[in-house]
């Protein structure tokens, strides 16, 4: 449905491993966290581009965010690897990760699944899926591998829902570069509403990095509730690719019958 061009020929391995998840009791998940104070994140969410918010900004991340020259570095050899090429993940079918996936995500929509347990971020791009663990469950980071948008847990702190991302896979190829060492930490809470009614939800994100930048950079996104009705779309990346192979699977069928 969403198709990109410059699509890689070859695939990448799937890679499956099994993380054992210990104490899933409340424990922090639940300090200074009172039930009926917690709203509800639940619904469609389109980026939102009302006055003195920002959010019509392609990117918002910093130009002049406080890179460390090896962070320098590691950013300069990949953009000479690529420079010329029009070759980006995207291209390939590769999700943003974190935190491109929260803060751009192409100006796709987002969707919160909200449970007591749990709270999973669907991004349209790319399928993006977050899954933020809110019961207090505990995990050997030696269990961990690192991914593109990493491994999220998150605790309610009033009406504030905050979220802590580790286990990052380092990133050179989005606006928001960063390594493995990466911290990311985001704070969601309702912001009002629009001038047609509808609610507002703004996220403080902190991103520390030792290792690419000098201090710890803050940026916040504010997002618009959809109008009613509104429904998520699947984005199909490979599959214009694979038509497009079976297409050329029929040609050669027919020049081989007329033959």
Same mark, same amino acid.
């Given at each position: 449905?969403?198709?990109?061009?410059?699509?890689?020929?070859?695939?990448a391995a799937?890679?499956?491993?099994?993380?054992?998840?210990?104490?899933?009791?409340?424990? &922090?998940?639940?300090?200074?966290?009172?039930?009926?104070?917690?709203?509800?994140?639940?619904?469609?969410?389109?980026?939102?581009?009302?006055?003195?918010?920002?959010?019509?900004?392609?990117? /918002?991340?910093?130009?002049?965010?406080?890179?460390?020259? %090896?962070?320098?570095?590691?950013?300069?050899?990949?953009?000479? /690897?690529?420079?010329?090429?029009?070759? @980006?993940?995207?291209?390939?079918?590769?999700?943003?990760?974190?935190?491109?996936?929260?803060?751009?995500?192409?100006? $796709?929509?987002?969707?919160?699944?909200?449970?007591?347990?749990?709270?999973?971020?669907?991004?349209?791009? &790319?399928?993006?899926?977050?899954?933020? $663990?809110?019961?207090?469950?505990?995990? =050997?980071?030696?269990?961990?591998?690192?991914?593109r948008n990493?491994?999220?847990?998150g605790y309610?702190?009033?009406?504030?829902?905050?979220?802590?991302?580790?286990? /990052?896979? %380092?990133?050179?190829?989005?606006?928001?570069? &960063?390594?493995? =060492?990466?911290?990311? #930490?985001?704070? $969601?809470?309702?912001?009002?509403?629009?001038?047609?009614?509808?609610?507002?939800?703004?996220?403080?994100?902190?991103?520390?990095?030792?290792?690419?930048?000098?201090?710890?950079?803050?940026?916040?996104?504010?997002? #618009?509730?959809?109008?009613?009705?509104?429904?998520?779309?699947?984005?199909?990346? @490979?599959?214009?690719?694979?038509?497009? $192979?079976?297409?050329?699977?029929?040609?050669?069928?027919? @020049?081989?019958?007329?033959?």
């Amino acid at each position: 449905m969403n198709s990109i061009g410059n699509r890689s020929v070859g695939r990448a391995a799937a890679i499956v491993a099994s993380v054992w998840l210990a104490g899933a009791g409340l424990g &922090h998940a639940q300090e200074g966290a009172d039930a009926d104070e917690q709203p509800d994140f639940s619904g469609v969410w389109r980026n939102y581009r009302g006055p003195s918010i920002g959010g019509g900004q392609r990117s /918002l991340w910093p130009e002049d965010a406080p890179y460390t020259d %090896e962070a320098r570095r590691r950013i300069e050899e990949y953009q000479a /690897l690529v420079e010329g090429t029009g070759s @980006t993940p995207g291209g390939f079918c590769v999700g943003t990760g974190m935190p491109g996936s929260m803060l751009g995500s192409g100006g $796709y929509p987002m969707e919160i699944i909200q449970r007591p347990e749990q709270v999973t971020i669907v991004y349209e791009a &790319h399928n993006e899926i977050r899954r933020v $663990y809110t019961d207090g469950r505990e995990v =050997d980071p030696r269990d961990l591998f690192p991914t593109r948008n990493g491994y999220s847990t998150g605790y309610w702190d009033g009406d504030t829902l905050i979220v802590e991302t580790t286990a /990052l896979k %380092e990133a050179v190829d989005q606006r928001s570069p &960063h390594s493995e =060492d990466a911290t990311i #930490v985001e704070r $969601y809470r309702l912001a009002g509403e629009s001038d047609d009614g509808r609610r507002l939800l703004t996220a403080e994100l902190t991103l520390t990095d030792p290792q690419f930048y000098e201090e710890p950079v803050t940026v916040t996104k504010t997002w #618009v509730e959809a109008e009613e009705g509104t429904e998520m779309l699947t984005y199909e990346c @490979t599959e214009p690719e694979w038509e497009e $192979y079976l297409e050329q699977r029929r040609e050669q069928v027919r @020049t081989r019958a007329s033959g």
